[in-house]
């Protein structure tokens, strides 16, 4: 059994004519780190809200962890298993000094006082934020505040987090703080990541890559499979990384995604030129 386990999965909202998300059936498994895009509409935060129960399914089901959602009993297992980050860091901000912000998720789990002061130390240090614990949140920097929120997640030990374009209202150094500090809880926590994201650059960074369209998934593969086809993202509405516009427009026709790939195919490009 999967850690995650879409059945024939479909939500709509009431009053709605069409299923925001439209019957799907997806697979995660413990320890991935997953991009989602789709444009605008495609279904990506209804998605992310259904992962950890904030939604119940319309129908089909969701299970996590072999827990159904919809088992009214289990929500609180539910809600510690799986920690959402959302778009706005001034919406996650419930307490007026950092360190308790981040134990406000482990008190309401009922974590014993002593037990707590650990998690929050460990969890501000793993996003780079301790010296920052006994500083006013509302002084920090969008990035500093979502690595903030991320230090809430954790300190509840989850074993999945859901990012709901976490980065978008970040400047460029915020994004790419937050990208580190996901990608290293992934990778030495074995933490599983979902990341919604409408930057390109970001979603080629993650190992599998789902794209939703009109609810259900258009494509789902490693960054290069759901790349492949240049015309194909377009079309869909989205952008492509920027590495692999630039090598498109110089007509190279590889899937060149990131920002090494690109420098080494320029290399190359160069050197046949100088050679003729
Ligand atoms: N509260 C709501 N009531 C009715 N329809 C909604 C609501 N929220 C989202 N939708 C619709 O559901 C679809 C999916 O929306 P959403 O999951 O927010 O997409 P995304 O996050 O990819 O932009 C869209 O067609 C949107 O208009
Ligand atoms: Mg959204």
């Known amino acids: ?11 709509q909202y009431q009053g709605a004519k069409r299923f925001a998300i439209d019957h799907i059936d997806l697979d995660i498994e413990q320890g991935e780190f997953i991009a989602v895009i789709g444009h605008n509409g495609s279904g990506k935060s209804t998605l992310a809200k259904l992962l950890n129960g904030l939604f119940l399914p319309t129908q089909g089901s969701v299970c996590v962890d072999s827990i159904p ?27 007026s000094i950092v360190e308790e912000d981040v134990a406000f998720g482990p008190e309401n789990l009922g974590v014993p006082p002593e037990e707590i002061r650990k998690r929050v130390d460990e969890a501000l240090q793993t996003v780079g934020m301790y010296d920052y614990r006994l500083k006013a949140p509302h002084n920090l920097s969008g990035g500093q505040k979502q690595r903030v929120a991320i230090a809430g997640i954790i300190a509840m030990q989850p074993q999945c987090i859901v990012m709901d374009e976490s980065t978008a209202m970040l400047d460029p150094i ?17 933490i599983t990541i979902i ?13 599998r890559v789902i794209l939703l ?26 952008d492509v990384p920027q590495s692999y516009e630039l090598m498109h427009r110089l007509g190279c026709d590889e899937t060149v995604l990131t920002e090494d790939e690109c420098v080494t195919k320029l ?3 160069l050197k046949e030129n100088g050679n003729t």
């Open 69 to 95: 959602t919809a088992d009214e009993d289990r929500r609180l297992d539910l809600l510690q298993k799986v920690g959402m980050i959302f778009q706005n860091p001034d919406n996650q901000i419930v307490a």
């Open 195 to 207: 990341y919604i994201t409408h930057f390109m650059n970001e979603a080629v960074k993650a190992d």
């Open 1 to 11: 059994m999967s850690f995650i386990e879409c059945r024939n999965l479909a939500y």
């Open 267 to 269: 290399e190359e490009l």
């Open 174 to 190: 915020g994004r790419r703080e937050v990208m580190q500090s996901v990608k290293m809880l992934n990778r030495t926590l074995g």
């Open 213 to 238: 369209d009109h609810g259900i998934v258009a494509a789902d593969g490693t960054p290069k499979e759901v790349f492949a086809d240049y015309q194909r993202i377009i079309d869909f509405g989205l």
